[in-house]
């Protein structure tokens, strides 16, 4: 459950660059594991970048069924989706969730008008929302995106992503199969002329 250190550490001494942002595959992406793919940017530095991505569910596992593979006892969890948090080590799970609860190496997340959202990749967190002590709001995943020192910058000069702002009610209030178009619609932007423009192109 652990996210990988070397891309976490230190990203309260640097600048923010991307996180707290959500990262918006544009129609077209030549990778199609990314299609319409909505990634909340956890940290983005010097380092690198990680995110996880919170545009589509994994097929074939519940939360609850997560927790019995754990030997979590499940209590109060529901039995809600697990998304999709991106192609690296997709077995390894991740919770991103609202401000309101910490836990043993909580990534605290914030953007420009301060905290947004947080990530857990440990355990502790998964056995509270099982005992109803959890975050009030939260997504698990399994898998991350992540990037390597100055790949993600060099990626945003390219047409591939859109950053919006990671706005907590598109998080974690619009239904997973609308936030790619949520997303794009809070910047202004009509995500079905965007794709017209790209397929006449």
């Known amino acids: ?10 990203v309260s001494d640097a600048p923010p660059f991307l996180s707290g942002k959500l990262l918006l595959a544009m129609p077209g992406m030549a990778d199609p594991r990314f299609e319409r793919a909505v990634i909340a940017l956890c940290a ?3 380092n690198g970048a990680i995110g996880v991505g919170i545009g589509h569910k994994r097929a074939g596992i ?14 109060q969890a529901p039995d809600c989706a697990i998304h999709h948090g991106g192609p690296v080590e997709p077995g390894r799970g991740f919770v991103l969730h609202s401000i309101d609860w910490g836990g043993q190496d909580t990534l605290h997340v914030a953007g420009p008008s301060g905290q947004l959202f947080a990530m857990t990749g440990t355990m502790d967190v998964l056995k509270a929302i099982a ?3 959890g975050p009030s709001k939260w997504i698990a995943a399994l898998g991350y995106a992540g990037w390597g020192e100055g790949q993600l910058d060099e ?3 390219r047409h591939g992503w859109f950053a919006a702002r990671g706005d907590p009610e598109i998080v974690f209030d619009t239904p997973t199969d ?6 794009f619609k809070a910047e202004g932007i009509d995500p079905r002329l965007l794709a017209t423009e790209t397929g006449a192109a």
């Open 1 to 10: 459950m652990r996210p990988t250190a070397t891309i976490v550490q230190g």
């Open 44 to 46: 983005h530095d010097g």
């Open 178 to 183: 609308e936030r790619w178009a949520a997303a």
């Open 131 to 133: 005992e109803g002590r």
């Open 62 to 75: 519940s939360f609850r069924g997560l927790l019995k593979q754990l030997d979590i006892e499940p209590g």
């Open 155 to 157: 990626e945003m000069t």
